[in-house]
């Protein structure tokens, strides 16, 4: 077959584009209504673009409080747009009603790495929030820990449903090496450690949020330990005790699971590190962050 050298030149051309066009970066929203942004905490993967649209019919901006980025004044139905390349938190706020609202506007973007958010609708399938743990590469020393006890396990596979706040494995490394020997040594004190980021039924970041705002910017959730679990909206971000939520409502059948990056520990749970071990106590072993040690 003989080609025409017109087709060969736009063959070429075509060639040429395909591979000079760079991969598109991941889009996310933000609505300005009401004086407030919407939603005020946004977590998204690293090359994203975020767009902010100004509904209100009053001027607001986007401005970093590091100064990273700062929209300017931005009238109603405009947009202002910034990609995130680095991971990282960027809290920001609007300039022009700081000093005339009570509270002024507060947001906050959170870059995880990219590959770390499951694009709802594509979660898995017949699952479990046993399974979905065990199934997350961020989320393997909760699920060595889950593996250790079998009534947790049992609990998040058979019952609910549940809502789980795991620990990324960067909050069990935090946690230093004797904590993590002393708390995986003992059974009890690791299912009551796993059972205390669990309650009852299945609550989405927009139900936590409802919720808080609906006592004044906190409520209280009752683990399956029957402690208390404080959550608030801090500067505009959705705090689980102290912890921050990095990826958002991982479905399954009997519950959600939402990463976080802090393990919560009751009070009084676990002695202090440097605590001087008692008689006839096991020393503590090196614990490598996604093993367990099982007694």
């Given at each position: 077959m003989r080609w025409n050298p017109v087709t060969i030149g736009l063959l070429a051309a075509l060639v040429i584009c395909f591979v000079a066009v760079p991969a598109l970066a991941a889009t996310a929203d933000v609505a300005i209504r009401g004086g407030s942004y919407y939603p005020?905490?946004?977590?998204?993967?690293?090359?994203?673009?975020?767009?902010?649209?100004?509904?209100?019919?009053?001027?607001?901006?986007?401005?970093?409080?590091?100064?990273?980025?700062?929209?300017?004044?931005?009238?109603?139905?405009?947009?202002?747009?910034?990609?995130?390349?680095?991971?990282?938190?960027?809290?920001?706020?609007?300039?022009?009603?700081?000093?005339?609202?009570?509270?002024?506007?507060?947001?906050?973007?959170?870059?995880?790495?990219?590959?770390?958010?499951?694009?709802?609708?594509?979660?898995?399938?017949?699952?479990?929030?046993?399974?979905?743990?065990?199934?997350?590469?961020?989320?393997?020393?909760?699920?060595?820990?889950?593996?250790?006890?079998?009534?947790?396990?049992?609990?998040?596979?058979?019952?609910?449903?549940?809502?789980?706040?795991?620990?990324?494995?960067?909050a069990f490394e935090a946690l230093g090496n004797e904590t993590l020997a002393a708390v995986s040594n003992d059974t009890e004190l690791l299912e009551t450690l796993l059972m205390h980021h669990v309650v009852d039924g299945a609550l989405t970041v927009d139900d936590l949020m409802a919720e808080a705002n609906a006592t004044g910017n906190g409520t209280t959730l009752e683990t399956l330990t029957g402690d208390a679990l404080n959550v608030s909206i801090v500067d505009g971000s959705l705090m689980i005790g102290n912890a921050t939520i990095l990826v958002a409502d991982l479905a399954a059948d009997n519950g959600i699971v939402h990463i976080i990056d802090m393990v919560l520990v009751p009070e009084g749970l676990i002695p202090p590190e440097n605590e001087t071990p008692a008689e006839n106590v096991t020393p503590a072993v090196n614990v490598t962050p996604g093993s367990w040690v099982i007694p």
């Open positions: 005020a905490s946004l977590t998204i993967e690293s090359n994203t673009t975020v767009t902010w649209t100004n509904f209100d019919p009053v001027s607001h901006t986007v401005t970093s409080t590091s100064g990273i980025f700062d929209s300017g004044p931005i009238e109603e139905d405009e947009t202002f747009e910034y990609t995130f390349d680095d991971t990282g938190t960027y809290p920001y706020g609007c300039t022009l009603n700081a000093s005339t609202q009570r509270t002024p506007m507060q947001g906050v973007v959170i870059v995880v790495p990219e590959g770390m958010i499951v694009t709802p609708g594509e979660e898995p399938t017949n699952t479990t929030v046993a399974s979905v743990i065990n199934g997350s590469e961020f989320l393997t020393t909760f699920a060595g820990a889950l593996e250790s006890t079998e009534v947790t396990r049992l609990v998040l596979t058979d019952g609910g449903p549940y809502t789980v706040f795991a620990p990324g494995d960067d």
